[in-house]
């Protein structure tokens, strides 16, 4: 594991406008920004064609792309690469859905904690559709399932992230899980934020 110090000084760098400093930010960071690639990869079907090795680097992709990025610390950072790793298989799922005109959509496994009564798949578009209208209404509770669920952080990580407090992140959770559950079970249609 890196030092959390040398990572977030290569971020400040970084986020100063030294493209030198993401040099040397991504080998630091490889094997963390994999770990949370394959906590995305858990949630998908076992026939899914993206390794968390293409998900890294779109990541990397997309980071190198961006003229002014701002993070305030590696927490900050490993939240930001979640959700961008959460768009990669969002998008992945569209263009594999547009290309079949709706037949055999993607699917993904569900932990206890979101999954649909009767089972714990569900479609990847119809998680992103209620992660999309919970955002909505309650932009804290989405943006703490990303961490959460996506980033797999901890409570205390996500308070960093989010500068809250952890029993907020915890009150926040599980209101967030509760509504997604309804949500996921009876999503709105197609189409409908």
Same mark, same amino acid.
């Given at each position: 594991m890196p030092d959390p110090g040398l990572v977030t000084e290569l971020l400040r760098h970084w986020s100063?406008?030294?493209?030198?400093?993401?040099?040397?930010?991504?080998?630091?960071?490889?094997?963390s920004l994999h770990e949370i690639a394959r906590g995305h990869l858990r949630h998908e079907r076992a026939d899914h064609s993206l390794e968390p090795s293409v998900l890294v680097n779109e990541l990397y992709?997309?980071?190198?792309?961006?003229?002014?990025?701002?993070?305030?610390?590696r927490v900050h950072f490993y939240g930001v690469a979640a959700q961008v790793m959460r768009h990669v298989l969002v998008d992945h799922a569209r263009r594999r859905n547009s290309e079949k005109r709706g037949g055999d959509l993607t699917r993904v496994t569900l932990s206890r904690s979101f999954a649909a009564p009767g089972g714990? /798949?569900?479609?990847? %578009?119809?998680?992103?559709?209620?992660?999309?209208?919970?955002?909505?209404?309650f +932009?804290?509770?989405?943006?703490i399932v990303e961490l959460r669920y996506f980033a797999g952080m901890t409570i205390e990580e996500t308070a960093e992230?989010?500068?809250?407090?952890?029993?907020?992140?915890? /009150?926040?959770?599980? %209101?967030?899980?509760?509504?997604?559950?309804?949500?996921?079970?009876?999503?709105? +249609?197609?189409?409908?934020?």
């Open positions: 100063g406008g030294d493209r030198a400093a993401l040099d040397q930010l991504l080998p630091l960071v490889q094997q992709l997309k980071l190198v792309d961006q003229r002014q990025v701002s993070f305030r610390d714990d /798949r569900i479609d990847v %578009m119809v998680l992103e559709e209620a992660l999309a209208r919970l955002e909505t209404i +932009p804290q509770q989405a943006r992230a989010l500068q809250i407090s952890a029993a907020t992140v915890k /009150r926040e959770w599980s %209101m967030a899980r509760a509504w997604l559950r309804r949500a996921v079970s009876s999503p709105a +249609p197609r189409g409908h934020a």
